[in-house]
Protein backbone atom coordinates (compact mmCIF):
# COMPACT_ATOMS: atom_id res chain seq x y z
CA UNK A 1 0.00 0.00 0.00
CA UNK A 2 2.68 2.56 1.11
CA UNK A 3 4.40 1.60 -2.56
CA UNK A 4 1.52 2.37 -4.36
CA UNK A 5 0.59 5.24 -2.16
CA UNK A 6 3.83 7.25 -2.86
CA UNK A 7 3.71 6.17 -6.66
CA UNK A 8 0.64 8.51 -7.05
CA UNK A 9 -0.21 10.56 -4.46
CA UNK A 10 0.54 14.27 -4.17
CA UNK A 11 2.71 14.14 -0.15
CA UNK A 12 0.83 16.48 1.87
CA UNK A 13 -0.58 13.89 4.19
CA UNK A 14 2.45 12.05 4.43
CA UNK A 15 2.37 8.48 3.60
CA UNK A 16 -0.56 7.20 5.83
CA UNK A 17 0.16 3.78 8.14
CA UNK A 18 -3.10 1.72 6.88
CA UNK A 19 -5.27 1.15 4.52
CA UNK A 20 -9.11 0.78 5.67
CA UNK A 21 -11.27 -1.50 3.67
CA UNK A 22 -14.44 -1.52 6.11
CA UNK A 23 -16.45 0.39 8.52
CA UNK A 24 -19.17 -0.73 10.86
CA UNK A 25 -20.14 1.15 13.63
CA UNK A 26 -18.04 1.94 15.96
CA UNK A 27 -14.98 -0.27 14.35
CA UNK A 28 -13.08 -0.43 10.77
CA UNK A 29 -10.79 -3.07 9.25
CA UNK A 30 -8.04 -2.35 7.19
CA UNK A 31 -6.67 -4.33 4.35
CA UNK A 32 -5.02 -7.37 6.87
CA UNK A 33 -8.15 -7.52 8.58
CA UNK A 34 -7.17 -6.09 11.12
CA UNK A 35 -9.70 -4.50 13.39
CA UNK A 36 -9.78 -0.97 15.00
CA UNK A 37 -11.81 0.85 17.59
CA UNK A 38 -12.57 3.77 16.15
CA UNK A 39 -12.38 6.81 18.51
CA UNK A 40 -10.90 9.72 15.63
CA UNK A 41 -14.57 8.84 13.61
CA UNK A 42 -12.94 10.01 10.24
CA UNK A 43 -11.78 13.42 12.84
CA UNK A 44 -15.22 14.29 13.84
CA UNK A 45 -16.92 13.86 11.17
CA UNK A 46 -18.45 9.83 11.47
CA UNK A 47 -21.51 11.13 14.12
CA UNK A 48 -23.79 7.80 13.49
CA UNK A 49 -20.34 5.72 12.85
CA UNK A 50 -19.94 3.78 9.84
CA UNK A 51 -22.42 2.10 7.52
CA UNK A 52 -25.36 3.12 9.66
CA UNK A 53 -28.24 1.51 8.29
CA UNK A 54 -30.55 5.20 8.00
CA UNK A 55 -27.51 6.75 6.40
CA UNK A 56 -26.65 3.78 3.61
CA UNK A 57 -30.85 3.57 3.15
CA UNK A 58 -31.07 7.40 2.75
CA UNK A 59 -28.09 7.50 0.21
CA UNK A 60 -28.58 4.24 -1.74
CA UNK A 61 -32.52 5.54 -2.29
CA UNK A 62 -31.31 8.93 -3.17
CA UNK A 63 -28.82 8.31 -5.57
CA UNK A 64 -31.00 5.04 -7.47
CA UNK A 65 -33.37 8.43 -8.00
CA UNK A 66 -32.02 11.72 -8.32
CA UNK A 67 -28.09 11.89 -7.80
CA UNK A 68 -27.09 15.18 -9.05
CA UNK A 69 -28.97 18.55 -10.41
CA UNK A 70 -26.67 21.44 -10.19
CA UNK A 71 -27.71 24.36 -8.65
CA UNK A 72 -29.91 25.73 -11.07
CA UNK A 73 -32.40 23.77 -10.30
CA UNK A 74 -34.11 22.90 -6.84
CA UNK A 75 -34.72 19.30 -5.15
CA UNK A 76 -36.48 18.92 -2.23
CA UNK A 77 -33.52 17.05 0.55
CA UNK A 78 -31.99 20.36 0.42
CA UNK A 79 -34.67 22.58 1.24
CA UNK A 80 -35.61 20.11 3.89
CA UNK A 81 -31.95 20.04 5.12
CA UNK A 82 -31.76 23.89 5.04
CA UNK A 83 -35.05 24.21 7.26
CA UNK A 84 -33.82 21.88 9.58
CA UNK A 85 -30.90 23.68 10.14
CA UNK A 86 -33.11 27.10 10.30
CA UNK A 87 -35.03 25.31 12.88
CA UNK A 88 -31.95 24.04 14.94
CA UNK A 89 -30.40 27.88 14.92
CA UNK A 90 -34.11 29.44 15.92
CA UNK A 91 -33.57 31.91 13.90
CA UNK A 92 -37.10 31.81 11.33
CA UNK A 93 -34.93 34.06 9.13
CA UNK A 94 -31.65 31.83 8.94
CA UNK A 95 -30.65 31.54 5.32
CA UNK A 96 -28.38 28.13 4.41
CA UNK A 97 -25.47 28.12 1.70
CA UNK A 98 -24.38 24.90 0.96
CA UNK A 99 -21.06 23.57 -0.20
CA UNK A 100 -18.77 20.52 0.30
CA UNK A 101 -16.28 21.40 2.80
CA UNK A 102 -15.30 23.15 6.20
CA UNK A 103 -13.14 25.77 4.22
CA UNK A 104 -15.56 25.82 1.89
CA UNK A 105 -18.01 27.17 4.26
CA UNK A 106 -15.68 29.70 5.56
CA UNK A 107 -14.68 31.06 2.77
CA UNK A 108 -18.26 31.83 2.08
CA UNK A 109 -18.42 33.68 5.59
CA UNK A 110 -15.76 35.35 4.25
CA UNK A 111 -17.31 36.60 1.46
CA UNK A 112 -20.34 37.43 3.25
CA UNK A 113 -18.23 39.53 5.89
CA UNK A 114 -16.96 41.78 2.40
CA UNK A 115 -20.81 42.59 1.60
CA UNK A 116 -20.67 44.80 4.48
CA UNK A 117 -18.10 47.04 2.93
CA UNK A 118 -15.45 46.68 5.67
CA UNK A 119 -12.58 44.40 5.28
CA UNK A 120 -10.79 43.65 8.34
CA UNK A 121 -11.18 40.13 9.83
CA UNK A 122 -10.44 38.82 13.45
CA UNK A 123 -9.71 35.42 14.17
CA UNK A 124 -8.12 33.69 16.94
CA UNK A 125 -4.13 32.38 17.10
CA UNK A 126 -4.06 28.88 17.19
CA UNK A 127 -7.30 28.60 14.97
CA UNK A 128 -7.81 26.59 12.37
CA UNK A 129 -10.51 26.94 9.25
CA UNK A 130 -9.15 25.18 6.26
CA UNK A 131 -6.35 24.97 3.93
CA UNK A 132 -7.94 27.20 0.67
CA UNK A 133 -6.64 30.76 0.72
CA UNK A 134 -8.84 32.41 1.97
CA UNK A 135 -9.46 30.08 4.75
CA UNK A 136 -6.05 29.72 5.70
CA UNK A 137 -5.82 33.60 5.68
CA UNK A 138 -7.76 33.16 8.60
CA UNK A 139 -6.00 30.23 10.22
CA UNK A 140 -3.85 31.31 13.09
CA UNK A 141 -0.95 28.87 12.82
CA UNK A 142 1.91 30.35 11.11
CA UNK A 143 3.64 27.15 9.66
CA UNK A 144 0.60 26.24 7.51
CA UNK A 145 0.62 29.55 6.27
CA UNK A 146 4.09 30.62 5.80
CA UNK A 147 4.66 28.45 2.20
CA UNK A 148 1.20 30.34 0.82
CA UNK A 149 1.96 34.31 1.60
CA UNK A 150 0.98 36.62 0.25
CA UNK A 151 -2.61 35.46 1.84
CA UNK A 152 -5.36 38.04 2.60
CA UNK A 153 -4.08 40.99 4.18
CA UNK A 154 -6.64 42.28 6.40
CA UNK A 155 -6.60 39.95 8.79
CA UNK A 156 -5.52 40.10 12.41
CA UNK A 157 -5.13 37.81 15.17
CA UNK A 158 -5.56 37.70 18.95
CA UNK A 159 -5.33 35.76 21.54
CA UNK A 160 -8.16 33.00 22.24
CA UNK A 161 -9.59 33.51 25.57
CA UNK A 162 -8.58 37.27 26.09
CA UNK A 163 -10.68 39.08 25.77
CA UNK A 164 -8.87 42.31 26.31
CA UNK A 165 -6.88 41.15 23.32
CA UNK A 166 -10.06 41.77 21.13
CA UNK A 167 -11.05 44.79 22.29
CA UNK A 168 -7.61 46.14 21.23
CA UNK A 169 -7.63 44.70 18.32
CA UNK A 170 -11.84 45.38 17.00
CA UNK A 171 -12.95 48.54 15.71
CA UNK A 172 -15.24 49.92 13.63
CA UNK A 173 -13.38 48.53 10.65
CA UNK A 174 -13.86 45.22 11.62
CA UNK A 175 -16.14 43.03 9.47
CA UNK A 176 -16.04 39.89 11.01
CA UNK A 177 -14.76 38.16 14.45
CA UNK A 178 -14.24 34.34 13.42
CA UNK A 179 -13.93 31.90 16.19
CA UNK A 180 -14.55 28.22 17.05
CA UNK A 181 -16.56 27.82 20.08
CA UNK A 182 -13.45 25.30 21.41
CA UNK A 183 -10.69 24.76 18.83
CA UNK A 184 -10.58 21.51 17.72
CA UNK A 185 -7.11 21.36 15.46
CA UNK A 186 -5.31 23.44 18.26
CA UNK A 187 -5.40 20.36 20.85
CA UNK A 188 -9.26 21.14 21.90
CA UNK A 189 -8.76 24.28 23.63
CA UNK A 190 -11.50 25.84 25.53
CA UNK A 191 -12.07 29.11 26.22
CA UNK A 192 -12.93 30.73 29.50
CA UNK A 193 -16.56 30.90 30.81
CA UNK A 194 -17.88 34.32 29.74
CA UNK A 195 -15.57 34.48 27.04
CA UNK A 196 -17.67 34.14 23.61
CA UNK A 197 -20.44 36.17 25.28
CA UNK A 198 -17.72 38.84 25.72
CA UNK A 199 -17.02 38.62 22.23
CA UNK A 200 -20.65 38.93 21.26
CA UNK A 201 -20.59 42.25 22.89
CA UNK A 202 -17.50 43.84 21.98
CA UNK A 203 -18.96 42.87 18.54
CA UNK A 204 -22.17 44.31 18.92
CA UNK A 205 -20.91 47.25 20.44
CA UNK A 206 -18.81 47.64 16.84
CA UNK A 207 -21.40 46.67 14.37
CA UNK A 208 -19.13 43.39 13.43
CA UNK A 209 -20.49 40.09 12.68
CA UNK A 210 -19.80 37.40 14.68
CA UNK A 211 -18.59 34.09 12.68
CA UNK A 212 -18.51 31.02 14.84
CA UNK A 213 -16.74 28.13 12.58
CA UNK A 214 -18.75 24.91 13.90
CA UNK A 215 -17.31 22.99 11.48
CA UNK A 216 -15.67 20.42 14.32
CA UNK A 217 -18.15 21.23 17.14
CA UNK A 218 -21.12 20.53 15.08
CA UNK A 219 -23.79 18.35 14.46
CA UNK A 220 -24.42 17.31 18.42
CA UNK A 221 -20.66 16.50 19.20
CA UNK A 222 -20.05 18.43 22.53
CA UNK A 223 -23.99 17.58 23.36
CA UNK A 224 -25.63 20.85 21.66
CA UNK A 225 -26.74 21.16 18.10
CA UNK A 226 -23.46 23.48 16.79
CA UNK A 227 -21.20 23.63 20.54
CA UNK A 228 -21.98 27.70 21.14
CA UNK A 229 -25.65 27.22 22.70
CA UNK A 230 -24.38 27.33 26.34
CA UNK A 231 -22.51 30.78 26.32
CA UNK A 232 -26.15 32.36 24.88
CA UNK A 233 -24.53 34.13 22.34
CA UNK A 234 -26.14 34.56 19.01
CA UNK A 235 -23.96 34.58 15.87
CA UNK A 236 -24.09 36.28 12.88
CA UNK A 237 -22.96 33.20 10.87
CA UNK A 238 -22.05 29.69 11.81
CA UNK A 239 -19.87 27.57 9.42
CA UNK A 240 -21.00 23.19 9.14
CA UNK A 241 -18.92 20.49 7.62
CA UNK A 242 -17.54 17.61 9.07
CA UNK A 243 -20.47 15.76 10.92
CA UNK A 244 -23.34 17.22 9.05
CA UNK A 245 -22.98 14.78 6.09
CA UNK A 246 -22.26 12.02 8.69
CA UNK A 247 -19.55 10.98 6.39
CA UNK A 248 -20.90 12.48 3.14
CA UNK A 249 -19.33 15.78 1.73
CA UNK A 250 -21.25 18.88 2.58
CA UNK A 251 -20.61 21.72 4.31
CA UNK A 252 -22.98 24.18 5.15
CA UNK A 253 -22.69 28.55 5.81
CA UNK A 254 -25.76 30.14 7.61
CA UNK A 255 -26.76 33.75 8.15
CA UNK A 256 -28.44 34.73 10.99
CA UNK A 257 -30.49 37.80 12.25
CA UNK A 258 -31.23 40.48 10.47
CA UNK A 259 -28.34 42.99 10.51
CA UNK A 260 -26.20 40.12 8.49
CA UNK A 261 -25.91 40.63 4.72
CA UNK A 262 -26.83 37.72 2.29
CA UNK A 263 -26.16 36.80 -1.03
CA UNK A 264 -27.62 38.04 -4.51
CA UNK A 265 -28.05 36.12 -7.16
CA UNK A 266 -24.41 35.57 -9.22
CA UNK A 267 -22.32 36.61 -6.21
CA UNK A 268 -21.72 32.57 -4.97
CA UNK A 269 -21.79 29.49 -5.73
CA UNK A 270 -20.86 26.07 -6.12
CA UNK A 271 -21.69 22.88 -8.50
CA UNK A 272 -21.51 19.83 -6.05
CA UNK A 273 -22.92 22.09 -2.54
CA UNK A 274 -25.74 20.79 -1.61
CA UNK A 275 -26.14 17.70 -3.75
CA UNK A 276 -29.15 15.60 -2.96
CA UNK A 277 -27.07 12.32 -1.58
CA UNK A 278 -25.13 14.73 0.75
CA UNK A 279 -28.65 16.09 1.25
CA UNK A 280 -30.57 13.35 1.97
CA UNK A 281 -27.43 11.32 4.00
CA UNK A 282 -27.67 14.61 6.48
CA UNK A 283 -31.73 14.69 6.80
CA UNK A 284 -31.16 11.03 7.74
CA UNK A 285 -28.48 11.69 10.78
CA UNK A 286 -30.03 14.51 11.94
CA UNK A 287 -33.33 12.83 12.57
CA UNK A 288 -31.65 9.99 13.76
CA UNK A 289 -29.46 12.39 16.28
CA UNK A 290 -33.14 13.78 17.50
CA UNK A 291 -35.00 10.65 17.65
CA UNK A 292 -32.29 8.74 19.68
CA UNK A 293 -31.56 12.05 21.97
CA UNK A 294 -27.83 11.58 20.90
CA UNK A 295 -27.24 15.17 22.50
CA UNK A 296 -27.86 13.90 25.66
CA UNK A 297 -25.95 10.54 25.10
CA UNK A 298 -22.77 12.67 23.45
CA UNK A 299 -22.89 14.72 26.49
CA UNK A 300 -23.40 11.76 29.13
CA UNK A 301 -20.52 9.60 27.50
CA UNK A 302 -18.09 12.52 27.74
CA UNK A 303 -18.74 13.47 31.40
CA UNK A 304 -18.20 9.19 32.01
CA UNK A 305 -14.80 9.93 29.77
CA UNK A 306 -14.02 12.38 31.50
CA UNK A 307 -14.57 10.60 34.94
CA UNK A 308 -12.75 7.47 33.84
CA UNK A 309 -9.29 8.55 32.30
CA UNK A 310 -8.37 11.09 34.66
CA UNK A 311 -7.99 8.31 36.73
CA UNK A 312 -5.68 6.78 34.38
CA UNK A 313 -1.71 7.35 35.71
CA UNK A 314 0.31 9.95 32.95
CA UNK A 315 -2.97 11.67 31.90
CA UNK A 316 -2.48 15.47 33.53
CA UNK A 317 -6.37 16.36 32.74
CA UNK A 318 -9.19 16.18 29.73
CA UNK A 319 -10.71 19.21 28.51
CA UNK A 320 -13.35 19.26 25.84
CA UNK A 321 -16.71 19.18 25.73
CA UNK A 322 -19.27 15.98 24.68
CA UNK A 323 -17.25 13.49 22.75
CA UNK A 324 -15.31 16.40 21.69
CA UNK A 325 -12.26 15.87 24.12
CA UNK A 326 -8.53 16.72 24.70
CA UNK A 327 -6.84 14.08 26.85
CA UNK A 328 -3.32 15.79 28.43
CA UNK A 329 -0.90 13.76 29.19
CA UNK A 330 2.34 14.34 31.54
CA UNK A 331 4.61 14.73 29.15
CA UNK A 332 5.41 15.39 25.46
CA UNK A 333 4.99 11.75 24.43
CA UNK A 334 1.49 12.32 22.66
CA UNK A 335 2.36 10.69 19.30
CA UNK A 336 4.17 7.97 20.69
CA UNK A 337 1.27 7.26 22.24
CA UNK A 338 -1.34 7.49 19.01
CA UNK A 339 1.20 5.21 17.21
CA UNK A 340 1.13 2.75 20.47
CA UNK A 341 -3.07 2.71 20.71
CA UNK A 342 -2.82 1.96 16.57
CA UNK A 343 -0.77 -1.33 17.23
CA UNK A 344 -3.39 -1.92 19.73
CA UNK A 345 -6.25 -1.81 17.28
CA UNK A 346 -7.41 2.01 18.51
CA UNK A 347 -7.65 5.18 16.52
CA UNK A 348 -6.95 8.10 18.28
CA UNK A 349 -5.33 11.35 17.13
CA UNK A 350 -2.29 13.42 18.76
CA UNK A 351 -2.91 17.18 17.31
CA UNK A 352 0.14 18.11 19.12
CA UNK A 353 2.77 16.66 21.25
CA UNK A 354 1.23 16.19 24.55
CA UNK A 355 -2.30 16.11 23.46
CA UNK A 356 -4.70 12.57 21.99
CA UNK A 357 -7.60 14.19 20.37
CA UNK A 358 -10.54 11.49 20.20
CA UNK A 359 -14.09 12.49 18.31
CA UNK A 360 -16.32 8.96 18.49
CA UNK A 361 -19.23 8.95 16.99
CA UNK A 362 -22.25 9.83 18.75
CA UNK A 363 -23.68 6.39 19.18
CA UNK A 364 -20.64 5.37 21.22
CA UNK A 365 -22.01 2.43 23.84
CA UNK A 366 -21.09 2.17 27.07
CA UNK A 367 -19.01 -0.94 26.44
CA UNK A 368 -17.28 0.79 23.18
CA UNK A 369 -16.18 3.74 26.24
CA UNK A 370 -15.03 1.07 28.38
CA UNK A 371 -13.04 -0.76 26.17
CA UNK A 372 -11.39 2.36 24.73
CA UNK A 373 -10.56 3.67 28.36
CA UNK A 374 -9.32 0.02 28.60
CA UNK A 375 -7.00 0.00 25.09
CA UNK A 376 -6.05 3.93 26.17
CA UNK A 377 -4.76 2.82 29.84
CA UNK A 378 -3.07 0.01 28.14
CA UNK A 379 -1.33 1.86 25.38
CA UNK A 380 -0.02 4.87 27.88
CA UNK A 381 1.09 2.68 30.39
CA UNK A 382 3.26 0.74 27.22
CA UNK A 383 4.16 3.91 26.01
CA UNK A 384 5.98 4.87 29.67
CA UNK A 385 7.26 1.56 29.90
CA UNK A 386 9.61 2.08 26.91
N1 LIG B 1 -12.91 24.60 10.48
C1 LIG B 1 -12.62 23.77 11.50
C2 LIG B 1 -12.93 24.20 12.90
C3 LIG B 1 -12.03 22.53 11.26
O1 LIG B 1 -11.73 21.73 12.29
C4 LIG B 1 -11.75 22.16 9.94
C5 LIG B 1 -11.11 20.87 9.65
O2 LIG B 1 -10.51 20.25 10.47
C6 LIG B 1 -12.07 23.05 8.91
C7 LIG B 1 -12.67 24.25 9.21
C8 LIG B 1 -11.79 22.70 7.48
O3 LIG B 1 -12.68 21.74 7.06
P1 LIG B 1 -12.41 20.92 5.69
O4 LIG B 1 -11.24 20.04 5.94
O5 LIG B 1 -13.69 20.17 5.48
O6 LIG B 1 -12.17 21.93 4.63
Redesign the pocket.
Known amino acids: MTDRWQDVMQNNYGTPGIALVKGEGVYVWDEEGKRYLDFLGG??TNVLGHAHPVVVKAVSQQIAKLGHTSNLYAHNQGIELARKLQVMTGDPKAKVFFCN??????EAAIKISRLTGRTQIIAAEGG?????MG?LSITGQEPKRLPFKPLLSDVKFVTFGSIDALRKAISKKTAMVIL?AIQ??NGVVVPPNGYLRQVQALCDEHGALLAI?A???GIGRTGEWFGFEHAGIHPNIV?L??GLGGGLPL?AMITLGSNTPNFKPGEHGSTFGGNPVSCAASNAVLDYIQKKNLLDKAHDAGEFLKGELAQIPGVQGVRGRGLLLGIELKGEFASAVQAKALSKGLLVNAPNKSIIRIAPPLTVKKRDLKEFVQLFAEALSEVHRG
Open positions: IASGAEANFHGRTAEGEDVQTTAKG
